[in-house]
C-alpha cells in the first residue's frame, strides 16, 4: 500500500505546531517524538510503515523548523514540552496514543508517561534515558560526563553563533561516528537538515532544550545534575515500555540501561549492537520490525 505524508498545522498552547501523518484518522494513534538536531522528517520510514495501519503522527516540537515557539529558556522545560504533546493528542480527537521518541524525544515522551500516564497505551524510548538513570550516570560516572560534555557547549555563551558558522557543520558532525558523515546521511538530507536548522529561532529552540534542563555534567559554575533531586515514588513509568538501543552510541553510554528496569513496571529491552546513537536512520527495518512485534503484543493483550 502507498501511504502519502500529509502536512498540517495545529494551535497548541499558544504556538503554531506542524506535524506530519500517514495514515487514517481514527485507527490507533502512534505519535513519534524527534530529538535534537533532528526534526519530524527523522521518523519518514515509520510513517511510511505504520500508516498502512495507524495513524503515525510526527510533530516537529516546539520552536523546532516548522513549529513556532517562545524565545524565553523557561518556554522549553520539561512541563511545557509534555503539554504540548498532551494537547496534540487532544487535537487529534484522541484519548492516548503510543508515543514513540528518540533522544530529546524520548525525553519527552518518558515525561509524559510519568506526569499523565493516562495518555500512553505505550511508550517506547530509542537511545534515550529514564531521568533517574541519567540523574545517577551523570553524577557518578565519570566517562558518562565526558560523553555528554556537548551539553555544555551548547549552553555556553555565543553557541548559537558557533553552530551556525561553516553552514552548521557542528551539527553535522554529530552524526559522524568516525570522522566520515554516514551513507544515510546524503545530499539531499543533509540539506533538509540545514534548511530546518536555518529557519529563524529553530537552533535558538534546539539549544533552550539543554539551558531549560538542568541534567547536564557539572561545571565550576553550575552543579548540573547533581542539584536535581527526585521522589523515587514519582519517577515510576507505569505504562508497558520498550527500549530499543544501539550499542555503539557515543552519547549515551551502556550505564545508562543499568538498573532502567527499577523506573518500569513492564520493561523490554532490544539492543541493537552494530547501531549508533542515530539508529533509526541507520537501521530503519530493524527499528520497524522491533515496534510491529511490540504493538502486534499490545493489540494481542487487548
Given amino acids: 500500500m502507498n501511504v502519502d505524508i500529509q502536512h498540517h498545522k495545529a494551535a497548541i498552547n499558544?504556538?503554531?505546531?506542524?506535524?506530519?501523518?500517514?495514515?487514517?484518522?481514527?485507527?490507533?494513534?502512534?505519535?513519534?517524538?524527534?530529538?535534537?538536531?533532528?526534526?519530524?522528517s527523522a521518523w519518514c520510514a515509520q510513517l511510511k510503515r505504520f500508516g498502512e495501519h495507524y495513524f503515525a503522527v510526527a510533530p516537529?516540537?516546539?520552536?523546532?523548523?516548522?513549529?513556532?515557539?517562545?524565545e524565553a529558556v523557561s518556554g522549553y522545560r520539561a512541563g511545557n514540552m509534555v503539554r504540548d504533546l498532551a494537547a496534540l493528542i487532544e487535537h487529534l480527537g484522541y484519548q492516548q496514543c503510543v508515543a514513540i521518541?528518540?533522544?530529546?524525544?524520548?525525553?519527552?515522551?518518558?515525561?509524559?508517561?510519568?506526569?499523565?500516564?493516562?495518555?500512553?497505551?505505550?511508550?517506547?524510548?530509542i537511545n534515550a534515558v529514564h531521568p533517574g538513570v541519567y540523574r545517577r550516570e551523570l553524577v557518578e560516572n565519570p566517562v558518562q560526563q565526558a560523553a555528554s560534555a556537548y551539553m555544555?557547549?551548547?549552553?555556553?555563551?555565543?553557541?548559537?553563533?558557533?553552530?551556525?558558522?561553516?553552514?552548521?557543520?557542528?551539527?553535522?558532525?554529530?552524526?559522524?561516528?568516525?570522522?566520515?558523515?554516514?551513507?544515510?546521511?546524503?545530499?539531499?538530507?543533509?540539506?533538509?537538515?540545514?534548511?530546518?536548522?536555518l529557519k529563524a529561532g529553530s537552533i535558538e529552540a534546539g539549544i533552550n532544550y539543554y539551558r531549560a534542563s538542568a541534567l547536564h555534567p557539572a561545571t565550576p559554575e553550575d552543579p548540573g545534575a547533581s542539584a536535581v533531586f527526585?521522589?523515587?515514588?514519582?519517577?515510576?513509568?507505569?505504562?508497558?515500555?520498550?527500549?530499543?538501543?544501539?550499542?555503539?552510541?557515543?552519547?549515551?553510554?551502556?550505564?545508562?540501561?543499568?538498573?532502567?528496569?527499577?523506573?518500569?513496571?513492564?520493561?523490554?529491552?532490544?539492543?541493537?549492537?552494530?547501531?549508533?546513537?542515530?539508529?533509526?536512520?541507520?537501521?530503519?527495518?530493524?527499528?520497524?520490525?522491533?515496534?510491529?512485534a511490540?504493538?502486534?503484543e499490545l493489540d494481542d493483550g487487548d
Fill in 152 to 197: 555544555n557547549f551548547f549552553t555556553s555563551e555565543g553557541a548559537v553563533g558557533k553552530i551556525r558558522a561553516d553552514d552548521c557543520a557542528c551539527l553535522l558532525d554529530m552524526f559522524s561516528e568516525d570522522g566520515t558523515l554516514p551513507s544515510w546521511l546524503d545530499a539531499v538530507t543533509r540539506q533538509s537538515y540545514r534548511d530546518a536548522w
Fill in 60 to 70: 516537529d516540537t516546539r520552536g523546532i523548523n516548522e513549529s513556532s515557539g517562545p
Fill in 230 to 292: 527526585f521522589n523515587d515514588a514519582d519517577m515510576q513509568v507505569r505504562v508497558p515500555t520498550l527500549i530499543l538501543w544501539g550499542e555503539q552510541d557515543r552519547f549515551l553510554l551502556r550505564g545508562c540501561l543499568d538498573g532502567v528496569e527499577h523506573y518500569f513496571a513492564q520493561l523490554r529491552v532490544e539492543r541493537i549492537p552494530e547501531g549508533s546513537h542515530w539508529v533509526v536512520h541507520e537501521f530503519p527495518h530493524k527499528i520497524n520490525d522491533h515496534l510491529a
Fill in 14 to 40: 499558544g504556538f503554531d505546531m506542524h506535524y506530519a501523518s500517514c495514515g487514517q484518522p481514527g485507527r490507533p494513534l502512534l505519535l513519534f517524538v524527534h530529538g535534537f538536531p533532528e526534526c519530524w
Fill in 101 to 125: 521518541g528518540h533522544d530529546w524525544g524520548g525525553a519527552i515522551a518518558c515525561a509524559l508517561a510519568l506526569a499523565q500516564p493516562e495518555r500512553l497505551r505505550a511508550l517506547v524510548m
Fill in 294 to 296: 511490540f504493538l502486534n
